[in-house]
Nanobody, 121 residues
């Protein structure tokens, strides 16, 4: 059973920064998704198992950075220049079968518990 443990998140003002992390039991391709109230879950960023490939949603390009610490099997999402529209519950997810990055939620087998990020205006 794959366990994903998220940490970080919280409340920040517009223009501020936050970092969330997700610790996994193995080195998987990982993704971050978010879901705002009344909205569907959407892809934010993803990183391959080896860390060499990343992908971002257009809405966060240039502001968010996904990275990983291979030794710790931990993936980070650094979020800068945060906007109120970034407010959502953020979930990390793992692909246990394939090492490639994906923006599709259906490609992920395991999900973290979610962490709330609120950006105040």
């Amino acid at each position: 059973q794959v366990q994903l443990v998220e940490s970080g998140g919280g409340l920040v003002q517009t223009g501020g920064s936050l970092r969330v992390s997700c610790a996994a039991s193995k080195r998987y391709a990982m993704g971050w998704f978010r879901q705002a109230p009344g909205m569907e879950r959407e892809f934010v960023a993803g990183i391959s198992g080896g860390g060499g490939f990343t992908e971002y949603a257009d809405s966060v390009k240039g502001r968010f950075t996904i990275s990983r610490d291979g030794a710790k099997n931990t993936v980070y999402l650094q979020m800068n220049s945060l906007k109120p529209e970034d407010t959502a519950v953020y979930y990390c997810a793992a692909r246990s079968l394939y090492p490639s990055v994906s923006s599709q939620s259906r490609d992920y087998d395991y999900w973290g518990q979610g962490t709330q990020i609120t950006v105040s205006s």
